[in-house]
């Protein structure tokens, strides 16, 4: 699944790449001939972008955990202070 969609991404890329009229980043390297033609470069171009994916979910997840518990922080803190929170 996540293989797909990380060559989902590159296929979009490459579609607003070319709708703008911009060169790809392989065009005139010789690259997108290797790509195609070398199973190891694609395969490895596939565990980047599922690194990458990876990576962006545990950030997000950090991000969510570390908003979570300043939130708790503040419970707890106002419940230490005497205070109630909301009904």
Not at 1 to 27: C, F, I, N, T, Y
Request: aromatic fraction near 2%; charged fraction near 35%.
């Amino acid at each position: 699944m996540v293989r797909v969609r990380a060559e989902m991404e590159s296929l979009q890329e490459q579609l607003k790449r070319q709708e703008k009229g911009a060169p790809s980043p392989d065009a005139g390297t010789g690259s997108a001939e290797v790509s195609t033609v070398n199973p190891l470069y694609q395969q490895s171009r596939d565990e980047l972008r599922k690194t990458e994916l990876e990576l962006s979910a545990v950030t997000a997840r950090e991000e969510y955990l570390g908003a979570l518990s300043e939130r708790k922080k503040g419970v707890s803190q106002n419940h230490a202070d005497g205070e109630e929170g909301p009904d």
